[in-house]
């Protein structure tokens, strides 16, 4: 299980091959891996979106979505699961979150990527503020799964 909170771009697909090279010895394990990619949007509400600027809480982010990992991984026996959430100044276009699991079968790792995800947006301790073309404005409710 790992989570990584960063505030340096980063590439989902090079994230997830190089934590799968490191997990090697998993594989003969590992029936099914379910990953979701969450990108920024250049729109919210009805507007359009030009950057975000994403907060966190430094320590508790980290413990909260460790915490979620440890629950998805007992209660669907999961073999791994990996986070990488993005914070700072992000475009258009560039990946916020990474969530991937493993497990030796197919529902398992489609449930728990998915509740990981759901829990993560919900009350994981992020905070966005958006730039629009008239100012900008903190992000009240997350958009529905």
């Keep these: 299980m790992s989570v990584r909170v960063t505030d340096a ?3 989902p ?5 190089e934590y799968q090279r490191e997990q090697a010895g998993r594989a003969a394990k590992t029936g099914a891996t379910a990953v ?5 949007r250049d729109f919210n509400e009805g507007d359009e979106v ?8 430094p320590g ?7 915490k ?5 991984c007992t209660r669907w026996d999961l073999e791994d699961s990996l986070i990488v959430h993005r914070v700072g100044e992000l475009s258009p276009g560039d990946p916020i979150v990474l969530v991937a699991v493993w497990s030796a079968h197919r529902k398992a790792a489609f449930e728990a990527c998915r509740w990981l995800m759901e829990e993560l ?11 629009l073309a008239k100012g900008s404005r903190w992000v009240e409710h997350n958009t529905p799964g």
């Design 60 to 66: 508790m982010t980290e413990k909260y979505l460790e």
């Design 68 to 72: 979620i990992s440890a629950t998805a």
């Design 36 to 40: 979701f990619v969450g990108s920024m």
């Design 9 to 11: 771009a980063f590439e």
């Design 50 to 57: 030009s950057g975000m600027f994403l907060e966190h809480y």
């Design 13 to 17: 697909w090079s994230q997830l091959a």
């Design 121 to 131: 947006k919900a009350k994981a301790p992020f905070w966005k503020k958006e730039q």
